[in-house]
């Protein structure tokens, strides 16, 4: 057990027996009233955001968590099929627990798993890719003078946002967090 002070965000504690990750965590002290903690969590299994407000000093259960970096095999009806390097288990991991970062995944990735004991709780994908773009409308000499985005389809099959100058086989380095482009890349 450890006390209220002792988390931050990004921990992951068990929260009236379900697992929870604080995604804020703000020291509060009002004029005259006792100091507390403010905490938005969210549900591991469901993904629900809570807030609660923790007293000082109060005793939460930190759970132990192992994070190992595995590679995503393929997709299998809403699940990703991941392989730890070492031993070569294969795992299935709800994609949902990729987030976002789901449409992403490329066969051959290394992705970043965490497990309470056997049980995969959370997933992510890397926070940087790079990728091919597979269609977009060709690009104009002289459109590089605006900030001026159009749409581009990747070798995953998602689309994002691309400067005007960029055309097909351009190779392109995507944050999966937001899923901007962050850089053109010469291969």
């Known amino acids: 057990m450890a006390d209220t002070g002792d988390i931050g965000v990004g921990s992951i504690i068990r929260f009236n027996g379900e697992l929870v990750q604080i995604m804020e965590y703000q ?3 009002p004029g005259n009233l006792r100091a507390f903690y403010q905490a938005k969590m969210r549900n591991l299994k469901n993904g629900k955001q809570t807030e609660n407000r923790f007293r000082s000093g109060e005793l939460v259960e930190v759970v132990r968590v192992d994070y190992k970096m595995m590679q995503f ?10 392989m730890d390097n070492e031993n070569f288990e294969q795992v299935h991991i709800p994609m949902t627990m990729f987030g976002d970062g789901a449409k992403f995944l490329k066969e051959g990735m290394e992705v970043k798993v965490s497990f309470e004991g056997d049980e995969p709780i959370i997933a992510e994908a890397p926070t940087f890719i790079e990728s091919q773009i597979t269609y977009t409308e060709p690009g104009m000499k002289g459109d590089t003078a605006t900030n001026t985005l159009k749409r581009a389809t990747i070798d995953t099959g998602t689309e994002i946002n691309v400067p005007l100058f960029f055309n097909e086989g351009d190779w392109v380095k995507i944050d999966t967090r ?10």
Do not use: D, L, S
């Open 73 to 82: 095999i393929y997709p299998e009806n809403g699940f990703a099929v991941v």
């Open 178 to 187: 937001t899923g901007n482009y962050v850089e053109r890349i010469k291969k």
């Open 27 to 29: 020291h509060r002290t």
